[in-house]
């Protein structure tokens, strides 16, 4: 069964860089079938997503986090990882990592990981 | 980006009754329109993909219909682990994809 692992400080300060990795157990990151995702969501708020990867390196960014965001992908390690610069207390989420089938019409986020919380704080 | 709207914002509900949310999309998606529940402290779960089609393991008590800019979900018979928070997704085309602001489904 298919398994995504965030990991990362849950305590960044303002103006430094948020990074996190997930990593996928029980299958591999190296699917031709799909892309793997961030998405974060403030407390008490809704879900935006952030950006996606392809095994291949091919990646989607949100256009308005494009400029502090960077994600890359392992397949070595059957991870991917993600980088947001500059953070403020906007920032501040519960970030979660997911897989999702092609960006053509109708792609759907079917496997997710528990999410892991980070607080930009000083 | 196209904007999704859910309405209701939060809702109040019996164990049994019949449960229908509402997403709208600000341009139209076709049928590319995707719900989602989330638990307390949980990660979202996809319950259907593409407007009707019911995600593996979901309970067809659950259904969702629509297209163009007008999409519902549907309960038919609420039971006590239905209360939670229940997202809409757009799939249109590429991304970036966007989602409904969230409609919180507690008990009456």
């Known amino acids: 069964q298919l398994q995504l692992q965030e990991s990362g400080p849950g305590l960044v300060k303002p103006s430094e860089t948020l990074s996190l990795t997930c990593t996928v157990s029980?299958?591999?990151?190296?699917?031709?079938?799909?892309?793997w995702g961030w998405i974060r969501q403030p407390p008490g708020k809704g879900l935006e997503w952030i950006a996606s990867?392809?095994?291949?390196?091919?990646?989607y960014y949100n256009p308005s986090l494009k400029s502090r965001i960077t994600i890359s992908v392992d397949t070595s390690k059957n991870q991917f990882s993600l980088k947001l610069s500059s953070v403020t207390a906007a920032d501040t989420a519960v970030y979660y990592c997911?897989?999702?089938?092609?960006?053509?019409?109708?792609?759907?986020?079917?496997?997710w990981g528990k999410g892991t919380t980070v607080t930009v704080s000083s | 980006d196209i904007q999704m709207t859910q309405s209701p914002s939060s809702l109040s509900a019996s164990v049994g009754d019949r449960v229908t949310i509402t997403c709208r999309a600000s341009?139209?998606?076709?049928?590319?329109l995707n719900w989602y529940q989330q638990k307390p402290g949980k990660a979202p779960k996809l319950l259907i993909y593409?407007?009707?089609s019911l995600q593996s393991g979901v309970p067809s008590r659950f259904s969702a219909s629509g297209s163009g800019t007008d999409f519902t979900l549907t309960i038919s018979s609420l039971q006590p682990e239905d209360f939670a928070t229940y997202f809409c997704?757009?799939?249109?085309?590429?991304?970036?994809?966007?989602f409904g602001q969230g409609t919180r489904l507690e008990i009456k």
């Open positions: 341009q139209s998606i076709s049928s590319y």
């Open positions: 593409a407007t009707s």
């Open positions: 029980g299958g591999s990151i190296s699917s031709s079938s799909y892309y």
């Open positions: 990867i392809y095994y291949s390196g091919s990646t």
């Open positions: 997911a897989r999702h089938n092609l960006p053509s019409n109708s792609y759907y986020m079917d496997v």
């Open positions: 997704q757009q799939s249109y085309s590429t991304l970036p994809t966007t």
